[in-house]
């Protein structure tokens, strides 16, 4: 009887002394109390906090192949403040209101589960050197988490996944929301990659230096990629929904577009148009015009069901069209670097507000 109740007693001591131990664990590293920052590569948080799920896209293809400088999510929208890359911002879509969330310089902004990630540099810190890299933090701009340090050119957050290229080493990278499970999609890809529809998109010349065509990957890399467009041309292409627009080298007049369901191709445009984005059957585009005095150069909107166009801002240039919340986000190459925005309908033209 004694035996019994002293091996109760050692069973009882070691739940105790398992769950003392389970309590003082350390899970995935964010913002401390005094700001300092550091690496995060644990998805699992031991302490009891809210288990994140990210499905779906962190951004719309259409913005991420424009730099993606806008996002809408839940009532806000978040924007860099400079063309390129700039500033984090978060903007109200009821009142207006706008909170600076992290400075640096930062592109390709994606937003899913209450969480925002970004690439670029953030700004200096007390040793007087900023950090490249790729970054997440919450969407009210704490808990900030440098993911990986490096030089990377673009980023696609995609369910639980991010991709990205590495500028230097070159390639498409593919690991978890965490900083963890890396691995390489494909070498010597800098730039041209969509994620729309459960498949990669990339432009590149894969078969024949200097033929680039666009080519069609499973999301985790596996098997081969295969060829769906052959021999574009003008260095990039677009996506609305799950359509490719682009133009053929044979064919430089005119613009193409692919349907990445029904496999099929067709015209689109009887001329060339830039920075093509929009939301069902409402695109919007720049194009430069024929005319010699330019009164036909603008940002148009173009209605897909009945071919019907309208120029709703007369501009010399435009680049890098984002669409979110309502409104659409460009540049103009100004000195300011500034960034524009106004309605769909290009009403209320102004310019966002920038960090100092």
């Known amino acids: 009887m004694k035996r019994q109740k002293g091996s109760l007693l050692l069973i009882v001591l070691l739940i105790f002394v398992l769950f003392l131990g389970g309590c003082g664990s350390d899970g995935g590293s964010v913002e401390d109390g005094d700001g300092q920052t550091s690496q995060g590569n644990d998805s699992n948080d031991s302490n009891g906090a809210e288990i994140i799920v990210l499905e779906g896209a962190g951004n719309s293809p259409s913005n991420l192949l424009h730099q993606g400088m806008a996002?809408?999510?839940?009532?806000?929208?978040?924007?860099?403040?400079?063309?390129?890359?700039?500033?984090?911002?978060?903007?109200?879509?009821?009142?207006?209101?706008?909170?600076?969330?992290?400075?640096?310089?930062?592109?390709h902004l994606n937003v899913n589960g209450g969480l925002l990630f970004a690439v670029g540099s953030v700004a200096a810190g007390s040793d007087g050197l900023g950090t490249d890299g790729i970054f997440m933090s919450n969407i009210d701009g704490s808990g900030f988490t440098v993911l990986k340090e490096g030089y990377f050119g673009l980023l696609i957050l995609q369910d639980e996944y991010l991709y990205f290229t590495d500028v230097v080493e070159?390639?498409?990278?593919?690991?978890?929301?965490?900083?963890?499970?890396?691995?390489?999609?494909?070498?010597?890809?800098?730039?041209?990659?969509a994620i729309f529809n459960d498949h990669i998109y990339v432009m590149a010349d894969?078969?024949?230096?200097?033929?680039?065509?666009?080519?069609?990957?499973?999301?985790?890399?596996?098997?081969?990629?295969?060829?769906?467009?052959?021999?574009?041309?003008g260095g990039t292409f677009d996506v609305v929904e799950n359509e490719l627009f682009y133009i053929l080298r044979d064919n430089m007049g005119d613009m193409h577009r692919y349907d990445t369901e029904k496999?099929?191709?067709?015209?689109?445009?009887?001329?060339?148009?830039?920075?093509?984005?929009?939301?069902?059957?409402d695109l919007y585009y720049f194009w430069?015009?024929?005319?010699?005095?330019?009164?036909?150069?603008?940002?148009?909107?173009?209605?897909?069901?009945?071919?019907?166009?309208?120029?709703?801002?007369?501009?010399?240039?435009?680049?890098?069209?984002?669409?979110?919340?309502?409104?659409?986000?460009?540049?103009?190459?100004?000195?300011?670097?500034?960034?524009?925005?106004?309605?769909?309908?290009?009403?209320?033209?102004?310019?966002?507000?920038?960090?100092n």
């Open 71 to 107: 996002i809408e999510y839940e009532g806000h929208v978040y924007h860099v403040d400079k063309m390129f890359e700039g500033s984090i911002w978060k903007t109200s879509m009821e009142s207006g209101e706008s909170q600076l969330l992290l400075e640096g310089t930062l592109h």
């Open 170 to 193: 070159g390639g498409l990278y593919r690991m978890k929301y965490d900083g963890s499970e890396e691995t390489l999609i494909l070498e010597n890809i800098y730039d041209n990659v």
């Open 206 to 233: 894969l078969d024949e230096q200097y033929v680039s065509n666009i080519y069609e990957l499973f999301l985790d890399g596996s098997g081969e990629p295969v060829m769906i467009v052959n021999d574009v041309f």
């Open 263 to 281: 496999k099929t191709e067709r015209l689109f445009l009887d001329t060339w148009v830039d920075n093509l984005n929009g939301q069902g059957t």
């Open 288 to 355: 430069s015009g024929v005319r010699k005095d330019n009164t036909d150069k603008g940002l148009y909107y173009f209605n897909d069901e009945t071919g019907e166009k309208e120029m709703i801002l007369a501009a010399e240039s435009i680049f890098d069209i984002n669409m979110a919340g309502g409104k659409i986000y460009w540049h103009d190459n100004d000195a300011q670097r500034r960034i524009s925005v106004m309605n769909i309908d290009g009403t209320d033209r102004e310019y966002v507000e920038q960090a």
